[in-house]
């Protein structure tokens, strides 16, 4: 498991940031790749809650990702605490940064459980469990 943050693809052309906050926005980790009904079941049991959404990278990689703002984002969309910012911020270049990029940081991205089903029906991955019959 380790710890993302979007980037986008490609070199920027003119790095710049303009204090948009949404590189602060948001938690990510990839997760394993699913490959069997019950990791898709446990994906689809990520989407059912609010504010989690998971999406799959131009790499084919899998991760989740929760909204949550940064308790460290001031109000004017910079960091509050530049000098002591955490690793993977001061690693998170305005070379990776998305809010310019023409691509998107995803190549699918799920926010619901329906959005997922449905990329998998596309897929032909069968995800679903049989529901057992009652006796009698
Ligand atoms: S680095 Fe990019 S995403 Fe982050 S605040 Fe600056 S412009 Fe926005
Ligand atoms: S510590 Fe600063 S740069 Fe890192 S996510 Fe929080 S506000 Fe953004």
Redo the contacts with the bound molecule.
């Keep these: 498991m380790a710890l993302e943050k979007r980037t986008r693809r490609g070199r920027a052309k003119e790095p710049?940031?303009?204090?948009?906050?949404?590189?602060?926005l948001y938690v990510a980790l990839e997760i394993d790749r699913p490959t069997c009904k019950r990791d898709y079941s446990d994906i689809i049991w990520h989407l059912l809650h609010e504010g989690v959404s998971v999406y799959i990278d131009h790499d084919n990689k899998w991760h989740v990702e929760f909204a949550s703002r940064c308790a460290n984002l001031s109000a004017d969309?910079?960091c509050g605490d530049y000098e002591g910012r955490p690793m993977i911020c001061r690693k998170?270049s305005?070379e990776n940064?998305?809010?310019?990029s023409k691509s998107k940081y995803y190549a699918h991205r799920f926010a619901t459980p329906d959005e997922l089903k449905k990329y998998l029906g596309r897929m032909k991955i069968d995800f679903e469990f049989r529901r057992i019959p009652k006796d009698g």
């Design positions: 710049n940031c303009d204090g948009c906050g949404e590189c602060c969309g910079r998170y305005l940064c998305t809010r310019h």
